[in-house]
């Protein structure tokens, strides 16, 4: 601007005015002033103090958020022998899909929401919402009480919460996005490790109201961390729709959103029923609980090695292969009927899908050209991805209601259920998921894995 102050047009000139005032010259620096130059944001550190704290941030806020959603299984085996025990597995699974729904479906706004700005004001009503939904459950007795605090609220401030980590974190990398959304995104298989294992001792200690109130004070304490360790670096973009229309337009875009809302559609089936599953091949009720929390183990390697494959090799690269190898695990799950066929194909998925879900903020960085505007994109593509999450795992229940016997109660009994439907329905959906994110690369790159993309 010193140049331009210089110039005739800025005064340089022996018969420039200099009683001018000073309005007229703020609103010669806004028309001579490109706004590219003032507003372009700077490029990712990719890596130093600060950006590894976010990632580290990041990482305890997809804990209480996707965690929770992992965690949902011990829920949904209480209620269908405790609280609930008078509802179908369809029912019960509602509360747990709404959660998750919500968890994606808010994306939309909190990403624009995020990008113009607001991220101290979304962490507080997030956490809030979170932590007054657990308190909330623990007071809960009838079915509605649930869906409202354990659905509908957690589920709200989850997704509020989990928009931030993934798209703050992303800000930071280029070259290393993918190894670091793999970690942060490895706070997924912690939080369904930690609270499952939490859950169920502090019920059989203290009873399911203390166990949630447990987990909404862990939640209180590890979000405040992660506040204080995720920061903002980008500018706020103040000004823009909330739906970039445009990026539909892009078929690369579209394709890979609808394939992930495919995928997402059956990724929670095995987690919702895992537990009945494995009384069902007859494993111990110790087995049965402890199952969840061994495939959220093999899901945090599964959440880290395949990212950190897909910054050397693609992302794309890394997505697609194991988006089909989850589908074929998902029809193997056919052939199970023992106790330890049944550890093996639960470790084998969690490890295998973990990676693709938590890669897919990092093929959303790929395909944005502008850094300001991944907060949006990614809200959009989660959004998409809720519509799959709500009715995916109804659907499988309401398939399991179909092949379950009543017991003399005329209960039914989910211990002698055949589950075959379920599976095939899951398998099916996640091919075609396969398919759709292999269009995404043929668009970019071509049909076969050749280049880094």
Not at 58 to 67: A, D, E, I, R, T
């Amino acid at each position: 601007m010193a140049a331009l102050r210089e110039s005739p047009l800025s005064g340089g000139s022996p018969n420039h005015d200099t009683s001018a005032t000073d309005g007229e010259k703020q609103i010669e620096d806004a028309v001579l002033t490109p706004p590219a130059q003032s507003q372009a944001p700077a490029p990712p550190p990719n890596g130093g103090l600060r950006a590894w704290l976010a990632v580290a941030g990041g990482f305890l806020f997809v804990l209480n958020s996707w965690g929770m959603a992992n965690t949902f299984g011990v829920f949904q085996a209480y209620y269908s022998t405790n609280l609930l025990s008078t509802y179908s597995p369809s029912a019960i699974s509602w509360i747990g899909s709404i959660q998750a729904f919500l968890l994606l479906f808010v994306g939309v706004i909190g990403g624009r929401a995020l990008d113009a700005g607001y991220y101290n004001v979304l962490f507080a009503v997030g956490a809030f919402l979170e932590v007054f939904g657990m308190m909330m459950t623990s007071l809960s007795k009838r079915y509605y009480q649930l869906f409202l605090a354990q659905g509908v609220a957690v589920g709200i401030g989850s997704g509020i919460i989990f928009t931030c980590g993934v798209s703050i974190v992303g800000t930071y990398f280029s070259t290393r996005r993918a190894f670091a959304m793999g970690i942060v995104a490895s706070g997924s298989s912690v939080g369904g490790i930690i609270y499952p294992i939490a859950v169920r001792e502090i019920i059989n200690h203290s009873g399911f109201p203390w166990a949630t109130r447990a987990m909404g004070f862990i939640m209180l304490f590890s979000l405040l961390l992660g506040f204080a360790l995720l920061r903002t670096r980008l500018p706020p973009r103040k000004s823009g729709p909330l739906v970039d229309l445009e990026s539909l337009k892009d078929p690369a875009y579209s394709a890979f959103v609808l394939g992930l809302s495919l995928a997402f559609m059956t990724y929670f089936i095995p987690f919702f029923y895992i537990e009945t599953f494995a009384l069902r091949v007859g494993a111990s009720e110790h087995l049965s609980f402890y199952i969840l929390a061994i495939m959220n183990a093999a899901g945090t390697a599964g959440r880290i090695v395949p990212n950190f494959i897909a910054d050397r090799v693609g992302n794309l690269n890394v997505i697609i292969p194991i988006t089909y190898i989850s589908a074929l695990i998902l029809l193997l799950w056919l052939t199970v009927h023992s106790t330890g066929n049944l550890v093996a194909i639960a470790i084998m998925y969690s490890f295998f899908s973990g990676g693709l879900t938590n890669s897919a903020p990092a093929v959303v960085g790929l395909l944005s050209p502008e850094l300001n505007k991944i907060g949006t994109r990614i809200g959009m593509m989660l959004t998409a991805c809720s519509i799959g999450t709500l009715i995916g795992a109804p659907i499988a229940g309401a398939i399991l209601k179909s092949q379950t016997p009543k017991n003399s109660s005329g209960v039914g009994d989910v211990t002698k259920a055949n589950y075959d439907g379920v599976f095939i329905f899951a398998g099916v959906g996640m091919l075609l998921a396969a398919a759709s994110m292999h269009y995404t690369r043929i668009n970019k790159k071509g049909l076969f894995f050749f280049g880094k993309v």
